[in-house]
């Protein structure tokens, strides 16, 4: 089992909270003749799915959706049925049970941003890395850099941290509930061991949320735990901040002076 595979199991395994459904507004439309609820997204096909012309079983097929197709949701029917778009045109209706929501983590332009605690000051920037596939599940990772540059009094340090972000929900498949961890390699010396610190963007609430470290005595719970974060890179922002609060002295002191070697 690799680093991010890893980190996702153990985040999964620690946090039991129970994710709420993707916010949705109060008015309703019409599609294909019925009336629908807005509740806009991205989902994945999990395996081949009927289209139907009316949110029934029994509904008039009008096509199919191959697993491992994505497709734009626009609405809800009464029932587990969700309004399908194909094209920029009305398609149908696809049982929400065989879909699950899901995000592109890909980044246009690096984000970046200053932090500050005490005495120390740190300016950081994200980069898109890439995806990677993720074992066991239908999605894929987005991977970032996240690269820091610090300065404590007439100390410099500059180093770099891997992040990821789970395109799919991180526990089961139908909340909108998206794991993002900061990793630190090798904390020990000696020892090839990494300290990911786990947190959860709830896109429906529009939140993001510490979730827990692998390592207890190397973090402990941010001041500000949850913020809001309407997009992704927001909730990307958010993360570096609160992986930054919520890392201990010991941490800092390691990544200072493996830092400033690196440094300008």
């Avoid at 096909?45 to 509904?59: E, S």
């Amino acid at each position: 089992m690799n680093a991010r595979v890893a980190a996702f199991a153990v985040a999964v395994a620690i946090s039991c909270a129970a994710a709420p459904a993707a916010g949705q507004d109060a008015d309703t439309q019409t599609f294909l003749t019925v009336e629908i609820k807005p509740w806009k997204g991205t989902y994945l096909v999990l395996k081949d799915a009927n289209v139907r012309a009316l949110p029934l079983t029994k509904g008039r097929r009008l096509g199919r959706l191959e697993e491992g197709s994505r497709v734009e949701v626009v609405g809800r029917a009464n029932g587990p049925w969700l309004a399908v778009r194909q094209a920029g045109k009305d398609y149908g209706f696809v049982y929400e049970q065989i879909m699950m929501p899901i995000i592109d983590g890909r980044l246009e332009a690096a984000l970046d941003g200053t932090l500050t605690s005490g005495s120390r000051e740190c300016r950081y920037a994200v980069r898109f890395t890439g995806k990677s596939a993720a074992q066991g599940q239908l999605f894929e990772f987005a991977d970032y850099e996240v690269e820091w540059r610090c300065r404590q009094g007439e100390l410099k340090a500059a180093f770099a941290t891997p992040m990821f972000l789970t395109e799919g929900p991180y526990q089961g498949r139908s909340k909108p509930v998206h794991q993002v961890t900061v990793d630190i390699m090798e904390m020990e010396a000696g020892l090839e061991e990494i300290f990911s610190t786990n947190l959860l963007w709830d896109r429906g609430k529009a939140r993001l949320r510490f979730d827990s470290v692998t390592i207890a005595r190397f973090g402990r719970k941010p001041s500000n735990s949850d913020t809001p974060a309407a997009n992704l890179p927001a909730a990307l922002n958010a993360a570096v901040t609160m992986a930054h609060d919520s890392w201990t002295a010991g941490v800092w002191k390691v990544l200072m002076a493996r830092g400033a070697r690196e440094a300008d």
